[in-house]
């Protein structure tokens, strides 16, 4: 089945860290537009960052600018969102999207392939 998955939500205080991760079996990532997404409760799900398809340029919400980073190891086909100076409004369920093509757009959806989620607790 093709679908992302991804791992290193948790609990963290104020001002902490974490480094999700999305990997994919039968999905080679690099060829794809990929997604971070979060949900949190009550709350519809907002574009987070993203690595456009087209012209491979990576994309930020403004709320996360300057806190939050997106990579991708195409050896180990993983994307990463290192997420630091986390605040408790981040608290929410993180998932990961690819899509065949996503330009600049690649913010909003749809996409093709959508992760399960990664919970993240941002709690004192």
């Known amino acids: 089945q093709m679908q992302p998955v991804e791992s290193g939500g948790g609990l963290v205080q104020p001002g902490g860290s974490l480094r999700l991760s999305c990997t994919a079996s039968?999905?080679?990532?690099?060829?794809?537009?990929i997604g971070w997404f979060r949900q949190a409760p009550g709350k519809e799900r907002e574009g987070v960052s993203c690595i456009s398809s087209s012209d491979g340029g990576t994309y930020y919400k403004d709320f996360v600018k300057g806190r939050f980073t997106m990579s991708r190891d195409n050896a180990k086909n993983t994307v990463y969102l290192q997420m630091n100076s986390l605040k408790l409004e981040d608290t929410a369920v993180y998932f990961c999207?690819?899509?065949?093509?996503?330009?600049?757009?690649?913010?909003?959806?749809?996409?093709?392939?959508w992760g399960q989620g990664t919970q993240v607790t941002v709690s004192s």
């Open positions: 039968g999905l080679t990532l690099e060829r794809y537009a």
């Open positions: 999207a690819a899509d065949t093509h996503r330009g600049r757009n690649c913010l909003s959806g749809p996409y093709d392939y």
